[in-house]
């Protein structure tokens, strides 16, 4: 259906495991259980802050069978490099 908004959630998840993050000290196995970020940024954000590796951005869009995955990769400076848009 057309004009329809379906809801998104911004999820980070262990690339090994899968398992989503629920907090600081546990994952999840669903997303439905896990931490929703606001936007990509925030959750690439969170994962610097908390020094986080081997993990990546998840788009999951309800009632859909597909997600989006963004690498959240360590640049050689120790920063961490953003995923951009294309044009």
């Known amino acids: 259906m057309r004009g329809t908004m ?5 999820l980070v998840q262990q690339k090994e495991t899968g398992l989503y993050l629920k907090n ?3 994952w999840a196995r669903r997303g439905s259980e896990a931490m ?4 990509s940024t925030n959750a690439i954000d969170f994962c610097v ?3 986080l590796s081997g993990v990546h951005v998840v788009l999951k869009f ?4 597909y997600e989006f995955v ?7 400076n120790g920063r ?8």
Do not use: C, G, Q, Y
Not at 6 to 10: A, F, G, L, P, Q
Not at 81 to 87: D, I, N, Q, Y
């Open 62 to 65: 309800e009632e859909e069978p």
């Open 80 to 87: 961490t490099a953003r995923p951009r848009a294309s044009a």
């Open 70 to 76: 963004w690498p959240v990769l360590a640049a050689r």
């Open 24 to 26: 600081l000290e546990s």
């Open 36 to 39: 929703d970020f606001m936007s």
């Open 6 to 10: 379906k809801r998104m959630r911004i």
């Open 49 to 51: 802050a908390n020094k």
